[in-house]
């Protein structure tokens, strides 16, 4: 008997996932489309994925697409073949993934309801402690709803929740590539940042003109931030410099909270007291801080104000000279140039910091168009790869796997 055709991209990108049996849940909303790219994903990193679908998803999708996608049978009804039983009870799967979730299957969840085939697989995977992730999709307002903020406080300790994104007034379901990265991040057992010590800088710098006048830039120190996350889920412990941001900060990490460039070079020598396996320069530090602040406030009579600015010290300059063996990324911003030149730039760079990397990206027009988006081009001392435009949660996974992956080789 020959094997389905949809099985050839088994293990194509990975085989993290190798002979694990998933479980994807798939109900009524409409990002149901998306549970067909989540399948694909799963099964490209080595997973056996099962789908099974509720009645609304099936009027959205016809039953026949999921087992194209995955090469096995949809579950779309239960019958004395005892289906539930067969993917969820005891050691039978690996992993039950919803996606997307509706308000109405997290409730059935939280009160032990089973009258649908999806509902009753849960009910029996979570009586038989079958690990289950929950990626939710739903209105704003329904998600906001009292009953549902109910139900997700009392799960959540006992699933684990993909965050929405919202948009336009809606929760909407995360993208597959953010589920798949959270489904990889729980088998990684052994991961390469787990107990790693990983320092950070964030966002960007102030420099006083006097008491009550700054000089700044417009970094929120999202990318940062950002990439804080990924080093703690990853198992890394974090320490954060951080300027005056907008960026929420994340749990499980040390943050050390400074304002202008020369606090943030300070703290940065004084975290460096300890060693640090990787450390990541993404702040937007100035480049010249003013020469003589006035200590008191400057009256706003005068017609003209002249400042006068001198250079401030390159953080950068200074990781390898306090510790030779760190991985030390650093971050190269230019306007409306090339990217041979950005490259060009960024290599300059490197050979004067002593970096590992170095993560360019142009902030010229495109960017400011939408600043919540970015492409960035990998640079070391004899390649480079670029990511393409994405929004700013999937430059950073891109830039950790990279860090992930470079970092590794040297500690082989």
């Not at 989540?38 to 999708?61: E, K, N, P």
């Not at 009579?301 to 030390?328: C, G, H």
């Not at 939408?370 to 996974?397: C, F, H, Q, Y």
Request: aromatic letters at 6%; charged letters at 25%.
């Amino acid at each position: 008997m020959c094997e389905h055709p949809s099985l050839d991209i088994v293990s194509s990108d990975g085989s993290e996932l190798a002979g694990k049996k998933i479980v994807l849940c798939i109900t009524g909303s409409v990002a149901a489309y998306k549970s067909i790219e989540l399948a694909r994903l799963l099964m490209r990193h080595g997973a056996d994925v099962t789908c099974v679908a509720s009645r609304a998803a099936t009027d959205l999708i016809k039953p026949s697409y999921f087992k194209w996608a995955t090469g096995n049978e949809v579950i779309t009804k239960l019958t004395g073949d005892l289906e539930h039983i067969k993917v969820a009870d005891y050691g039978q799967s690996d992993l039950i993934v919803v996606y997307p979730c509706t308000a109405n299957t997290l409730g059935k969840l939280a009160h032990g309801i089973d009258d649908t085939p999806i509902s009753t697989v849960l009910s029996v995977g979570f009586g038989s402690r079958i690990p289950i992730i929950i990626s939710l999709a739903m209105h704003q307002a329904m998600y906001e709803n009292p009953a549902v903020a109910k139900n997700i406080e009392f799960l959540k300790n006992k699933v684990q929740f993909v965050a929405p994104q919202f948009v336009e007034g809606k929760a909407k379901a995360a993208e597959p590539e953010q589920v798949l990265d959270i489904v990889l991040k729980k088998y990684e057992a052994y991961s390469v940042f787990r107990g790693k010590k990983v320092l950070i800088t964030a966002g960007p710098t102030m420099e006083y003109i006097d008491p009550v006048r700054v000089i700044t830039n417009l970094s929120s120190g999202k990318t940062g931030v950002l990439l804080a996350k990924e080093f703690i889920l990853s198992g890394a412990r974090v320490t954060i410099v951080y300027g005056p941001g907008t960026e929420p900060l994340p749990k499980g990490a040390k943050v050390v909270r400074v304002r202008t460039s020369s606090e943030m070079l300070e703290a940065v020598r004084r975290e460096m007291r300890q060693r640090f396996d990787i450390i990541v320069l993404a702040a937007a530090v100035s480049d010249y801080t003013v020469a003589s602040p006035s200590r008191t406030k400057i009256r706003s009579s005068a017609d003209k104000m002249t400042v006068r600015l001198k250079k401030v010290p390159k953080i950068i300059n200074e990781i390898k000279k306090i510790q030779k063996d760190a991985f030390l990324v650093g971050f190269k911003a230019e306007t409306d140039v090339s990217k041979e030149k950005l490259v060009l730039s960024s290599r300059a760079k490197l050979r004067e910091s002593g970096a590992d990397i170095i993560i360019a990206n142009d902030i010229g027009t495109k960017y400011r168009k939408n600043p919540e988006k970015n492409n960035v081009i990998i640079v070391d001392s004899e390649s480079r790869l670029e990511s393409g435009w994405k929004d700013k949660v999937m430059i950073a996974r891109f830039v950790a796997k990279q860090i992930k992956q470079r970092f590794a080789k040297l500690n082989d």
